[in-house]
Structure formats: structure tokens, C-alpha cells
């Protein structure tokens, strides 16, 4: 047994070691200048670290614009997403109507859909409605993605809640409206705040739908932007990209280790309940 242990120990350890060399290797190249970066012969420790290759990344065109533009359009989607899905994950856990097992197949089966399957479909649609280069757009395209899991998370936290507490605030004269903002909604906070974690990672680190719907660059999100580090005369400035990108995952990192416990029990829950 102890022999066994040691085996998978090691077997964790090693994916782990896998797993977070891209991390590092991406930390260590934005503190690199940039000879040690195009060296032929990889440094795994920085001889000479420098934080240039920040400031190059924040004093880029369009970095606040495009920050601002990131900001706005996640603000949105996970707004929406949380307000519909809350909506929609109570109505199809606490009433009985015709057509809610077909709703929830429904549901599951877009889950399984991937994004780029309807990146066609919306880009005709948006541009009928004459909503393309627009924050509108961007947002739709957002929350029909996440949509889908957030009400299938929250229905999980929704079915865990005994029907007896609502009857006894129903008994208390307390409307449907009280019931859903003052009993239920306290005790499926939980699940709020995972499926908004998920909105967010999910519409903070898109680079597809926000380069097809926006066609101007002032309109751009920061995945986007990440890329104007690639230039066809000059290369591509590894250093600086780098930098980007750490940037750039600095607020998913903060927010998934400050809920990072709440999104995994949001997740078991939509996964095994009702």
C-alpha cells in the first residue's frame, strides 16, 4: 500500500508539473528581455529580469479601450446570464407544466453544442438585425452560450431546496415574488455565484465571437487584443505578448482562488441533482 501511494503521488505531481509549465514558462518569458527570449538556448531563469515587457503591454494601442470594451461586454453577459437563469432554473424545478422535461433536453443538448457550430448562425442573424460591431451582439452571442449551464446549475441548487420551506412561507402570506427573492434566492446564492465565475471566464476569454461581430478595432476585447503583438513585418514580440497574457489572467486567477469553492460545489450540484 505504502508503494502504491508513493506510485500515484508521484503520477499527481508529475501532471501537475505538466500542467503548470505552460504557466510558468509564460511568467518567465515576461520578465525576459528580449535577447534572453529569442536565444536559441531556452533560460528557465531569467538572467536578467526586467519588467519592460509590462509596460510595453500596457502602454500598447488600444489597451484601455479594449479593456474598457472587455468590461462592458462581461458585466453584461454575466448580469443577464444570472437574472434569466435564476428565472428560468426556478421555473422549471418548482412548476409543472407541459413541455418542461422537453425544455430541459433540450437544454442539456445545447450544452453540447460548441461554440464555433454557431458562430455561422449568429453572424447571419446579427447581421439581418444590423447588430454586428455592436456590444448588443457580443453579449447575445455570450449568454446563449452560457446560458444553457447556468440554468442547469442552478435547478440543481433549486431542486435541493425542501418544498416545505416555500409552503411555510406561502402559509406566512408571503407572494411567489417573496418566495423566490427572500427565501429562495438566499439559500441558491451558492449556484449564483458559480454559474457567474463560469459567465465570466467564459466571456472574458473569448477571441472568436469577438473578432467575427466586431469590425471595428476600437471595439475589440482584450483577447483580441492580445494579438496585435503579432506584426507581419517585425515578428511577433514573445516578451510582450507574454506579458499580455498574464495581464490578462491576472482577474480569473483572483476571482476563481476567491470562489473557487463555491464553483465546485455549484458544479456537483447541477451534476448529480434532480
Not at 66 to 86: E, H, K, R
Request: with cysteine; net charge positive.
Amino acid at each position: 500500500m505504502p508503494r502504491r501511494r508513493w506510485v500515484v503521488n508521484s503520477l499527481a505531481v508529475l501532471f501537475c508539473l505538466v500542467w503548470t509549465f505552460p504557466v510558468y514558462w509564460m511568467v518567465n518569458t515576461a520578465v525576459k528581455p528580449r535577447p534572453e527570449v529569442m536565444t536559441a538556448t531556452p533560460h528557465f531563469v531569467p538572467a536578467h529580469p526586467t519588467v519592460d515587457n509590462f509596460v510595453k503591454a500596457v502602454g500598447q494601442d488600444q489597451f484601455l479601450t479594449n479593456l474598457g470594451n472587455s468590461v462592458i461586454v462581461v458585466a453584461c453577459t454575466v448580469a443577464t446570464s444570472i437574472v434569466l437563469g435564476i428565472f428560468a432554473a426556478a421555473a422549471l424545478s418548482r412548476f409543472r407544466f407541459r413541455g418542461r422535461r422537453t425544455i430541459m433536453v433540450v437544454i442539456l443538448a445545447v450544452q453540447m453544442l460548441p461554440a464555433t457550430a454557431l458562430l455561422i448562425p449568429m453572424f447571419v442573424m446579427f447581421n439581418s438585425l444590423d447588430l454586428l460591431g455592436t456590444y448588443l451582439a457580443l453579449v447575445l452571442a455570450y449568454v446563449a452560450t452560457v446560458l444553457p449551464f447556468s440554468i442547469w446549475v442552478m435547478r440543481g441548487f433549486f431542486v435541493a431546496i425542501p418544498v416545505e420551506i416555500e409552503e411555510a412561507a406561502h402559509l406566512d402570506g408571503a407572494t411567489t415574488w417573496e418566495v423566490l427573492t427572500r427565501v429562495l434566492f438566499p439559500l441558491v446564492a451558492p449556484g449564483v455565484i458559480a454559474t457567474g465565475i463560469f459567465s465570466f471566464i467564459a466571456a472574458w476569454n473569448d477571441y472568436l465571437f469577438a473578432y467575427t461581430f466586431m469590425q471595428d478595432q476600437s471595439r475589440y476585447t482584450l483577447p483580441v487584443w492580445l494579438a496585435s503583438f503579432t506584426n507581419p513585418h517585425t515578428g511577433t514580440d514573445f516578451g510582450g505578448q507574454m506579458a499580455a497574457s498574464v495581464l490578462f489572467s491576472l482577474p480569473v486567477i483572483v476571482f476563481f482562488l476567491i470562489i473557487q469553492r463555491n464553483l465546485v460545489a455549484g458544479m456537483s450540484a447541477g451534476a448529480v441533482k434532480g
